[in-house]
């Protein structure tokens, strides 16, 4: 199948939801016309190119339609068109319309359960097809390390020999995670205010944050999407800051496919639903944001208790890998061409 995959293109984008997405298509055999908007010196697609394909993968719509030009060339396009969206309904900062969006697509992919339920059916309109398609992640890029012993790679970023090369008589991981706790994402006010707040709980634990930092030659985006990986691989435990989504981020399924042990916020009343992906205290931990006694309290429980904290590690991983991959998504969303 031939397919356009139109998404944004700029470093705030993850690789899960915007150069991913071709990767993961090629991968599994498609032919893809790569549409990256607003990325510097990108090929120039025609119209006529993406009336070429079988298909055409809007990923984050609700930004892509904010530019006129964008939404001309959409509404031109007479081949099936599906919408893959980036954000929930209700945020903490903004309410999104998706309503003006719903004659843009025949099929309507959502990441909140709740939004892929409250639009189905009459509420959005007899044209579209509502889903719940959770957040994927790119196996390829976010996994665990690979020793360079065993696997006889020079890479820079895969370096370390395992514990088995080590002469230790175990495996293990390559990487040292030498940062207890850490997050790594854009530090927006809301997540500056509440890391502020909760260091006041924290005892001798600092949390490590960190910044984009963009090549001088130009964003390499599988590069760096790696180099995220690896920063993943660091820590000991990742504390997924509050977001203004009410949903599972992108995130989260990448740093569990990483093999690094994840906390992240719960979600109530109707988000709730998103959570049942995962069992909280076997594949990962959800917390209490508005507890941060009682947080500061579970992160040094945990950064003392390696064989709890590894145990539930490596459970989010193989759960991960086993049914939140880009490929077990893109095998959904083709599913309903059928």
């Known amino acids: 199948m031939k397919i356009a995959s139109i998404y944004c293109g700029t470093i705030k984008s993850s690789w899960n939801d915007s150069d991913g997405i071709g990767a993961t298509l090629n991968k599994m055999g498609h032919t893809v016309v790569d549409v990256p908007m607003w990325r510097p010196n990108a090929p120039s697609i025609s119209a006529e190119d993406l009336r070429a394909c079988d298909l055409v993968l809007g990923s984050g719509l609700e930004h892509l339609a904010k530019e006129p030009n964008v939404l001309k060339v959409w ?7 599906f919408a893959l969206y980036h954000e929930s309904f209700f945020r903490d900062d903004v309410t999104i319309d998706f309503h003006a969006l719903k004659g843009l697509a025949e099929e309507h992919f959502f990441p909140a359960a709740q939004d892929a339920k409250m639009f189905n059916g009459a509420n959005f309109g007899v044209k579209g097809h509502c889903h719940w398609l959770p957040f994927g992640v790119d196996t390829e890029i976010f996994k665990k390390a690979e020793c360079s012993v065993c696997h006889g790679t020079s890479s820079p970023l895969e370096y370390i020999p395992c ?7 175990a495996e293990g991981e390559p990487e040292d995670r030498d940062i207890a706790l850490g997050f790594v994402g854009s530090m927006y006010p809301k997540r500056a205010h509440y890391v502020k707040a909760l260091s006041n709980h924290l005892k001798g634990i600092p949390l490590i944050g ?8 130009g964003v390499q985006y599988r590069e760096t999407a790696e180099r995220l990986a690896t920063n993943y691989r660091r820590i000991k435990i990742f504390l997924n800051l509050p977001s203004e989504s ?7 399924y990448e740093v569990m496919a990483c093999g690094t042990f994840l906390m992240t916020p719960g979600l109530n009343q109707d988000a709730q639903e998103n959570m049942g992906q995962f069992v909280d205290g076997r594949d990962i931990v959800f917390y209490k944001p508005s507890n941060l006694p009682y947080l500061a309290q579970m992160i040094n429980e945990f950064v003392s208790n390696d064989a709890k904290r590894d145990a539930i590690a490596a459970a989010g991983y193989k759960e991960v890998r086993e049914n939140h991959s880009l490929v077990k998504r893109m095998e959904k969303v083709l599913e309903v061409m059928k």
């Open 210 to 217: 960190s910044v984009i930092v963009e090549d001088i030659d």
């Open 163 to 169: 514990g088995r090369c080590r002469g230790e008589g």
């Open 75 to 81: 509404q031109s396009l007479k081949v099936p068109k």
């Open 246 to 252: 009410r949903l599972l981020v992108s995130k989260v």
